[in-house]
């Protein structure tokens, strides 16, 4: 059902041209559905859009993005015995003594596991470490996001790329009762696909030109990794238990409007853009 908003929007001739054309490009949006895609599906659609209503625009709109790539060179960086011991049981204390009413269940038919977005304790550390997480990315970053994850005996991790808001990620164990190693890909340019193609998830797990690599982490451990330019996964759980983690996630500094869709018609100057990112948030398209 259209939002009264919408609806008045659609009498202007000029948005109701370009909603047709916005409907056409999302009706190919299924090819991307998979884990934490919405920013590539979002990056996808306006892209294709954009080569119909405003080609004159599209690959300045498209050398806009360039700083969501990471340098050169860079692979995923292990960080052993990262905050002491003193440290790892104090956030594990924290982890201990958090109400149930904190956990949300919304992966736990997904992943396994219970999550805890942007607690202030863990917020705090995530600016912390900011200037160690830059030095490593070999440019400024600046605080996305966080969460702490609580992975039970039915943990799970399938293949999947992070959105920019996330592109580079340090992923710190707190505690586990057993080995339960993570595999990245060589570093690839953002899927590109199709308008008949459709990305087989399943199968990125067993391509060999993805060049897979583990990494184990132990407490204390941490990987620090590109995760907007690298698949990554967990084979399901091996064996009963838990493993609890931290996930902080980084985006280069200045690039807040770049990683929100919403923000692109002002950034970009592309007013054009609206029409579909209405039509994006009013189908579902807009979130994962």
């Given at each position: 059902?259209?939002?009264?908003?919408?609806?008045?929007?659609?009498?202007?001739?000029?948005?109701?041209?370009?909603?047709?054309?916005?409907?056409?490009?999302?009706?190919?949006?299924?090819?991307?559905?998979?884990?934490?895609?919405?920013?590539?599906?979002?990056?996808?659609?306006?892209?294709?859009?954009?080569?119909?209503?405003?080609?004159?625009?599209?690959?300045?709109?498209?050398?806009?993005?360039?700083?969501?790539?990471?340098?050169?060179?860079?692979?995923?960086?292990?960080?052993?015995?990262?905050?002491?011991?003193?440290?790892?049981?104090?956030?594990?204390?924290?982890?201990?003594?958090?109400?149930?009413?904190?956990?949300?269940?919304?992966?736990?038919?997904?992943?396994?596991?219970?999550?805890?977005?942007?607690?202030?304790?863990?917020?705090?550390?995530?600016?912390?470490?900011?200037?160690?997480?830059?030095?490593?990315?070999?440019?400024?970053?600046?605080?996305?996001?966080?969460?702490?994850?609580?992975?039970?005996?039915?943990?799970?991790?399938?293949?999947?790329?992070?959105?920019?808001?996330?592109?580079?990620?340090?992923?710190?164990?707190?505690?586990?009762?057993?080995?339960?190693?993570?595999?990245?890909?060589?570093?690839?340019?953002?899927?590109?696909?199709?308008?008949?193609?459709?990305?087989?998830?399943?199968?990125?797990?067993?391509?060999?030109?993805?060049?897979?690599?583990?990494?184990?982490?132990?407490?204390d451990d941490a990987v620090f990794f590109c995760g907007s330019s690298q698949w990554h996964y967990r084979d399901p759980k091996p064996a009963s238990g838990h493993c609890?983690?931290?996930?902080?996630?980084?985006?280069?500094?200045?690039?807040?409007?770049?990683?929100?869709?919403?923000?692109?018609?002002?950034?970009?100057?592309?007013?054009?853009?609206?029409?579909?990112?209405?039509?994006?948030?009013?189908?579902?398209?807009?979130?994962?």
């Amino acid at each position: 059902m259209q939002t009264a908003n919408l609806s008045e929007k659609l009498k202007d001739p000029a948005y109701l041209d370009r909603h047709l054309v916005a409907a056409t490009i999302v009706r190919q949006l299924s090819a991307l559905d998979w884990y934490d895609s919405l920013f590539l599906r979002h990056w996808v659609a306006a892209r294709r859009y954009l080569a119909i209503v405003r080609p004159d625009r599209l690959a300045q709109f498209e050398d806009g993005f360039l700083a969501l790539k990471p340098a050169a060179g860079f692979e995923p960086i292990i960080l052993r015995d990262m905050l002491g011991e003193a440290r790892r049981s104090e956030l594990a204390q924290i982890v201990s003594a958090m109400p149930p009413s904190l956990l949300e269940t919304h992966e736990l038919s997904s992943f396994g596991r219970y999550v805890v977005h942007d607690h202030p304790p863990f917020s705090a550390l995530q600016q912390e470490l900011l200037p160690l997480v830059s030095d490593h990315a070999g440019m400024a970053l600046e605080a996305g996001y966080n969460f702490l994850s609580l992975y039970g005996a039915e943990g799970r991790c399938p293949p999947h790329m992070d959105q920019p808001i996330s592109m580079f990620t340090l992923d710190y164990c707190i505690d586990q009762d057993g080995e339960w190693p993570i595999h990245f890909s060589q570093m690839v340019e953002w899927p590109e696909l199709g308008k008949d193609q459709a990305l087989a998830i399943h199968e990125i797990a067993s391509d060999e030109r993805l060049q897979f690599q583990s990494v184990t982490l132990q407490p204390d451990d941490a990987v620090f990794f590109c995760g907007s330019s690298q698949w990554h996964y967990r084979d399901p759980k091996p064996a009963s238990g838990h493993c609890h983690l931290l996930f902080f996630h980084y985006f280069p500094e200045g690039c807040a409007d770049l990683v929100t869709p919403s923000s692109w018609p002002r950034h970009f100057d592309l007013p054009e853009l609206e029409p579909l990112l209405d039509l994006l948030a009013e189908t579902g398209a807009a979130s994962d």
